[in-house]
């Protein structure tokens, strides 16, 4: 939609003629590096031109009324300022409302409410990172619409309370770092554990990304994404009897092999293995990239699903058909599930001339299998959240 379309929609959802003003949170991927942010090891995500829009305008009052158009079943979702509390029948509103209520813990004045329209092109339930767009999406409303003088950093943080303190998901700060922070043309490197970062170009020259949306629906709350996170804390605590290490992320593969007996579990033993190597894999990319060697590039790409799917058991069977598929087929050079799994998407270095046939020819061995269809973006890598001044 453009910004006369949701204008339109705005102005006849909320029954206004005022100008609203329209702010931006782009969506993101993880090139590599997966499973590994709440392990205080390295991540490589980018922001992606698709996101999460916010058309919004101040009140006069204390009340705030949200919309989406991606939810129009579940109409205008009210609550006061006064009152901020989860609630499981407001659904996606309570990321937005959530967002509000830990700017004012934080001592940020909100003076009033707002109206607020919410348009996602990012699908749902695909493991793009919707809720962390959202969240970074009501954050810049917040600072642009209040003038409030907030570190970036700080906004991300805040973002990453959310799922974890009010939500109930115990996630890392990738998806609010990447989203908040995103670069057009770059991707991040950034360690979890410092929270230090740097930008790497990201040319890929005759290929572009192709996301591949599985169709299967995840919910992160309701998936084994908690349950992964406790079997590496077991597997550190295990670790610690003899290492002096605050995360997995700390242990090179050799260590870990030196060590892994410890690791009392054998299930846990296999999650930290994955933890250990992806790290290392995920700074192997950087270099990799910095020389310009995308096809290397590829490789690692296609170890880290491998890894995810066998050690780390979070891809499942529609997943492992893209991506297994995926590395058969003329163009591809690298291949593999993106974000937390269990459902959601896998991401394609394909050549650009090869795309349309790589489409044709998994959709045909996909639907096959599963009776339905994946869906496919060519994702551009861009800037992150922020107000949207011109027409788009």
Request: net charge negative.
């Amino acid at each position: 939609m453009n910004r006369r379309e949701l204008s339109q929609t705005f102005h006849e959802i909320f029954n206004t003629q005022e100008l609203p003003r329209f702010f931006f949170a782009p969506g993101r991927i993880n090139l590599i590096g997966e499973h590994t942010d709440y392990n205080g090891g390295h991540v490589f995500p980018a922001a992606i031109s698709f996101g999460t829009y916010a058309v919004v305008r101040p009140r006069t009052d204390q009340h705030l009324r949200f919309y989406s158009i991606n939810f129009p079943e579940q109409g205008i979702i009210e609550c006061d300022l006064a009152d901020l509390s989860y609630h499981a029948n407001h659904d996606w509103a309570n990321f937005p409302k959530g967002m509000i209520e830990f700017f004012i813990r934080s001592g940020f004045s909100i003076p009033t409410g707002m109206d607020i329209l919410f348009y996602g092109d990012i699908p749902n339930g695909a493991g793009l990172s919707s809720s962390a767009s959202i969240e970074m999406a009501m954050g810049v409303v917040l600072e642009g619409l209040f003038n409030l003088n907030i570190d970036r950093l700080l906004m991300i943080q805040l973002g990453q309370k959310v799922e974890n303190q009010y939500i109930g998901v115990n996630s890392g700060i990738m998806d609010q770092f990447a989203i908040g922070k995103g670069k057009k043309d770059f991707a991040m490197l950034l360690d979890c554990q410092t929270l230090q970062f740097s930008y790497a170009p990201v040319d890929l020259k005759d290929h572009d990304i192709v996301i591949i949306n599985s169709n299967k629906q995840r919910t992160l709350a309701g998936s084994k994404y908690n349950e992964r996170r406790a079997q590496c804390e077991e597997a550190l605590v295990d670790l610690r009897t003899e290492l002096a290490i605050n995360s997995l992320g700390e242990l090179s593969s050799e260590t870990f092999e030196q060590h892994k007996q410890l690791i009392k579990d054998d299930i846990n033993r296999k999650r930290a293995k994955h933890a250990v190597y992806e790290n290392e894999r995920t700074l192997l990319a950087l270099e990799e990239l910095k020389r310009g060697d995308i096809r290397a590039f590829g490789q690692l790409m296609n170890a880290s699903h491998i890894s995810l799917r066998d050690d780390y058991e979070v891809t499942g069977a529609e997943l492992d058909h893209i991506t297994e598929t995926a590395w058969t087929l003329p163009g591809v050079i690298g291949a593999r599930m993106t974000g937390a799994g269990f459902g959601g998407c896998a991401i394609a270095l394909v050549e650009r001339a090869q795309i349309e046939p790589f489409k044709n020819r998994l959709t045909e061995s996909y639907t096959a299998k599963f009776g339905f269809s994946p869906s496919f973006y060519e994702a551009k890598i861009s800037d992150g959240a922020k107000e949207l001044t011109e027409d788009f």
